[in-house]
């Protein structure tokens, strides 16, 4: 079975444009969660939907990040304007059970580097 | 609050040695999970264990174990005669159903040298 799989792998830009990170969770999978992670804040939960639908979204750092979930099979996070400091490695994960319970099934992040 | 502690920021050790990664967790919940997971060197996380808090059993896989006391809080992970293949950034983390969601520890560094 084909694991959690996010796209782009890398990306550079420049501040102020905007960045698009998607990811398709595992088949089945109810639950899907963005995390981000940086050296100095360690893995952060941005936010986590249940059947395509935003359950906590307290996480996400400010207006400038959005994220949707338009079907079963796709993810997308979105940072418009981007800022230096939003550059991470941004973790897409999913899940059978819900997330007091289950395991977690990660991508293998998106790398974003904003200059 | 911090709630997953993992006092030790980064581990050596030589090939076959055995080795122990420690996790205190914080927690008023008498329900919980707590999990760990793998970081290798290629970036994605690694599902290895999750051990509900009514389940103290100590568990084994392969040369890996973990041990679950209630009493002092803490998970513990160790890996005996280890490999290269070993390292990694392990995590901890603790899930609450009636509080926080998932909550990753800092991670150790694990080193393990030929």
């Known amino acids: 079975d084909a694991g959690v799989i996010q796209s782009p792998r890398h990306e550079v830009t420049e501040m102020g444009q905007e960045v698009t990170l998607r990811c398709k969770p595992i088949?089945?999978?109810?639950?899907l969660f963005w995390y981000r992670q940086t050296m100095m804040r360690g893995l952060e939960l941005l936010i986590y939907?249940?059947?395509?639908?935003?359950?906590?979204d307290s996480g996400m750092p400010e207006d400038r990040f959005s994220a949707k979930m338009p079907n079963a099979s796709f993810s997308t996070l979105k940072i418009q304007p981007s800022e230096p400091r939003d550059s991470a490695v941004y973790f897409c994960?999913?899940?059978?059970?819900?997330?007091?319970?289950?395991?977690?099934?990660f991508g293998e992040g998106s790398r974003l580097t904003v200059l | 609050a911090q709630k997953v502690t993992q006092a030790q920021t980064e581990i050596s050790v030589v090939e076959k040695e055995d080795v122990t990664l420690d996790c205190v967790y914080e927690?008023?919940?008498?329900?919980?999970?707590l999990f760990w997971y793998k970081q290798p060197p290629s970036g994605e996380l690694v599902f290895l264990i999750r051990?509900?808090?009514?389940?103290?059993q100590n568990e084994i896989s392969g040369r890996y174990s973990w041990n679950f006391q209630k009493s002092t809080s803490s998970f513990n992970f160790t890996i005996t005669a280890s490999q290269v293949v070993d390292s990694a950034v392990y995590f901890c983390?603790?899930?609450?159903?009636?509080?926080?969601?998932?909550?990753f520890g800092p991670g150790t560094r694990l080193s393990v040298l030929p």
């Open positions: 088949s089945g999978h109810d639950y």
């Open positions: 051990r509900n808090s009514f389940d103290e």
């Open positions: 939907f249940n059947n395509n639908v935003p359950i906590d």
């Open positions: 994960a999913s899940s059978l059970r819900g997330p007091k319970t289950g395991e977690l099934f």
């Open positions: 983390a603790l899930s609450e159903p009636y509080g926080q969601n998932f909550v």
């Open positions: 927690t008023r919940d008498t329900t919980y999970y």
